[in-house]
């Protein structure tokens, strides 16, 4: 008998929180968890605080323990960006090529700050990039400084668009 596949892109606190939510409430298919991290799904806005602070672990910010995803019969899929979606066909392609079928599919991948373009950028007032990935942060080297301008633009996010990158 062939049990029921969903997969669910964007291996974030919404992806991650889904696929534990499936489980809880009684979801005995396959689940696959694709995330372009390689981090397993971790809290981003403590992230952006606590963390760059020195004053959490990054274990700490973990949606779920490592072990919970294995035993909970999640795959997890990091470091790995979704390239297509052919709905038709009901298949996730991968970098790489490796093709995904699924019976549902969850896209949970969030949004970026993207500039407007044209006279509209030109009234945009300048502000220090954002990052909100913990591979970001530690190649900057955080710091007090650099947590407090992320977290003020954290709060003046608005409504985004989802793209695949490509």
Do not use: C, W
């Not at 991968?94 to 995904?100: A, D, M, R, S, V």
């Not at 991948?109 to 407007?116: S, Y």
């Amino acid at each position: 008998m062939n049990r029921e596949r969903i997969v669910i892109i964007g291996a974030s606190l919404t992806g991650a929180t889904a696929a534990a939510t499936l489980r809880e409430e009684g979801f005995d298919g396959a689940i696959d968890l694709i995330g372009a991290e390689a981090q397993p799904p971790y809290n981003r806005p403590p992230l952006s605080k606590e963390y760059l602070r020195g004053q959490a672990r990054f274990e700490e910010q973990l949606v779920k323990p490592v072990d919970y995803y294995a035993e909970q019969r999640i795959t997890l899929r990091l470091g790995v960006r979704a390239s297509a979606v052919d709905s038709k066909r009901k298949l996730v392609e991968l970098e790489g090529g490796e093709q995904i079928a699924y019976d549902r599919l969850l896209v949970a991948t969030g949004g970026r700050n993207r500039p407007l373009g044209g006279p509209v950028q030109a009234r945009q007032p300048r502000r220090p990039p954002h990052r909100e990935r913990v591979d970001e942060a530690e190649d900057d080297g955080g710091g007090e400084q650099h947590a407090q301008r992320g977290a003020a633009l954290a709060e003046q996010k608005a409504d985004h668009f989802f793209r695949f990158p490509g």
